[in-house]
């Protein structure tokens, strides 16, 4: 196991643009308040989205394209870094008109209703993502 402790750093709350893309959005604002580690949370709708789910034999992300509107449910996930720059990793759960809930590894291509969002800034020593050979995947390190 890795464990790291932390202390509450800033706190961030706001609307994101309507047409904006969720992923990158949120990219630019971990970018801009230079935010090395936290926690994100958001809740709205979106026009569209894009979500990915991990094939653990083939160790590739199989990209599913949602091509209507749906509730953000609910988007949680992570900041810390790779290779030196800010790593964002989000899932999401969407439902669509029939209640109906899809889901997966948030990608770039979502396109914002509206959303809501909170971020909370863990302040200490930064995790960072390296590749790991067993998953394929840029785990925690
Ligand atoms: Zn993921």
Redesign the pocket.
């Known amino acids: 196991m890795l464990i790291k402790e932390y202390r509450s750093g800033r706190e961030f709350a706001g609307r994101l643009d309507h047409g904006s893309d969720l992923f990158l959005s949120l990219m630019r604002l971990v970018e801009e308040k230079d935010i090395k580690m936290g926690i994100v949370k958001v809740i709205g709708a979106c026009k569209k989205a894009v979500v990915a789910v991990?094939d653990q034999e083939k160790k590739a992300y199989h990209t599913v394209a949602l091509e209507k509107p749906m509730e953000i449910l609910s988007c949680v996930g992570n900041i810390s870094s790779f290779q030196g720059k800010p790593a964002l990793?989000l899932?999401i759960v969407l439902g669509d008109y029939d209640g109906k809930a899809f889901g997966g590894?948030l990608m770039e291509g979502t396109e914002v209703f509206a959303a809501e969002f909170y971020i909370k800034e863990l302040v200490g020593d930064p995790l960072e993502r390296k590749y790991d050979e067993i998953t394929g995947l840029n785990l925690w390190s």
């Open positions: 991990y990793h899932h590894h």
